[in-house]
């Protein structure tokens, strides 16, 4: 008896904490999404430097898609570790990319 009188008290402090726990999460991760300064400002340069470099070699401005693999590029030539760190640099310098050529409204890094 006494259980089922505290049953919907749990499941209601079960959703609170769930709540709870997500924007936590969702806090600590925009933390670790942003970039130094400097990092900021060589992936721009390299994107800059690709993009000048496909125009002159097409003749025409890039579609989304061929922006993307740009800014895939660039984000390599930008960030060289080959370990886990490095990946996860690559993945926050596109995400800083692509969301300011507004390529990606949110990206989410994989």
Not at 26 to 48: G, N, Q, S, V
Request: no cysteine; proline share 3%; charged share 35%.
């Amino acid at each position: 008896m006494n259980l089922v009188n505290y049953l919907p008290h749990f499941i209601i402090f079960l959703i609170v904490l769930y709540i709870v726990l997500r924007l936590i999460r969702r806090k600590l991760f925009e933390i670790k999404t942003k970039l130094p300064y400097l990092i900021k400002i060589k992936a721009d340069r390299k994107f800059k430097k690709l993009l000048n470099k496909f125009k002159r070699k097409n003749k025409r401005d890039p579609t989304k898609n061929e922006l993307f693999r740009i800014i895939i590029s660039a984000s390599h030539i930008t960030i060289r570790r080959a370990n886990n760190r490095g990946h996860w640099g690559r993945q926050r310098v596109r995400k800083y990319l692509l969301e300011k050529h507004k390529v990606v409204k949110k990206y989410l890094m994989r």
